[in-house]
């Protein structure tokens, strides 16, 4: 661990201020490299209280994710196991892990943070600290494999629901798994599916939430004109616990029916690109198109520019408005 993976998790722990002293005396390292460590988290997006008599203290949004909280808001029927953790690389690589071992389907792993959290296509997905909610959930869902991206369908159908019985606001969706408000993106959505070779059907899938809470002053700003959060200033405190409570509700009976598809009349309805014109951008070109519809499979179906209808998968394809 680095000196400053060694603060973090120092402060993590800690409901009080602790000196830059204590601290250096704690790791064997001068105030100064202290305080160059404490700079480098505030770079990453920690956000850090610096008092000049009392030290330091890590913000925190609202109360910590609860196991027991969040089961008080679970209704559903499936039988739910949650795990919370004060930090992981990606909640879907730990639960991909114990998916191999033969865990058995519904359990839910939070982290706080996660120090190399994953989006779509290879990106990455900046989840620091208390302003989000970094969720995944073990399924295995007895689908076909050309199936599969159903789940990323339902899981942002179940996310955009959650949002708007939560919150008085206006959700779009942007295909495939991207959540908006107000134009900016909110959450997104990683489903990573496991193919089981013997009977070619779905052996597990990884459905992965990031949802983006509060804005965190660290957002690197490449991406702060176009993420945004469910709220401006701060969260109610208990927000994140009910709101993870309440998706997995909503996820429970939605999963119920994942084989008969009617989510995808709301997802549909909230789709932002279906009647546009967007570009497909894959990594080697990038062409304009008129989206028609979403089949039953959730792929698209495009008009090219030479008038030929095409059916797009979301495997390499992201979609952009210019
Ligand atoms: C995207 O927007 O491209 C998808 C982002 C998915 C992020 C979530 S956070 C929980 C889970 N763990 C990860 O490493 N990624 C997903």
Same mark, same amino acid.
């Given at each position: ?170 959700? /779009?969706?942007?295909? =495939?798994?991207?959540?908006?408000? +107000? !134009?900016?993106? $909110?959450?997104? @959505?990683?489903?990573?599916?496991? #193919? ?80 546009? /014109?967007?570009?497909? =951008?894959?990594?080697?070109?990038? +062409? !304009?198109?008129? $989206?028609?519809? @979403?089949?039953?499979?959730?792929? #698209? ?22």
């Amino acid at each position: 661990m680095t000196l400053k993976e060694k603060l973090l998790e120092k402060l993590e722990q800690s409901e009080d201020y602790l000196s830059g002293e204590a601290l250096a005396e704690a790791f064997g390292v001068s105030r100064a490299a202290i305080w160059k460590g404490i700079k480098a988290l505030e770079n990453e997006g920690h956000e850090i209280i610096a008092l000049q008599k009392k030290g330091y203290l890590l913000k925190t949004y609202g109360e910590k994710l609860d196991s027991d909280k969040i089961l008080s808001f679970y209704q559903g029927k499936a039988p739910l196991r949650l795990e919370v953790h004060e930090a992981l690389g990606s909640t879907n690589d730990y639960l991909k892990t114990l998916a191999e071992k033969g865990e058995h389907e519904w359990l839910a792993v939070l982290a706080e943070r996660q120090t190399s959290g994953k989006g779509r296509l290879g990106r990455s997905f900046y989840s620091p600290k208390g302003t989000g909610i970094y969720l995944s959930v073990l399924l295995r869902p007895k689908l076909e494999l050309k199936e599969a991206s159903l789940l990323t369908i339902l899981g942002a159908t179940v996310v955009a629901k959650t949002i708007e019985a939560m919150l008085d606001k206006e959700v /779009e969706i942007k295909w =495939v798994n991207d959540i908006f408000i +107000e !134009k900016r993106k $909110v959450s997104g @959505i990683l489903s990573e599916a496991s #193919l089981s070779l013997e009977s070619k059907a779905l052996d597990y899938v990884i459905l992965g939430m990031g949802i983006n809470v509060v804005k965190g002053k660290g957002l690197p700003s490449d991406l702060d004109n176009t993420f945004g959060a469910l709220f401006e200033g701060e969260a109610p405190q208990a927000f994140r616990n009910e709101f993870v409570g309440t998706l997995l509700t909503e996820l429970s009976s939605a999963y119920e029916r994942v084989a008969q598809k009617d989510y995808l009349d709301y997802y549909r309805e909230k789709s932002m690109v279906i009647g546009k /014109e967007v570009y497909l =951008v894959t990594p080697h070109q990038k +062409e !304009k198109v008129y $989206v028609k519809a @979403i089949d039953d499979f959730g792929a #698209l179906i495009i008009k090219d520019e030479k008038g030929n209808e095409r059916l797009i998968n979301s495997g390499e394809v992201s979609l952009r408005f210019e």
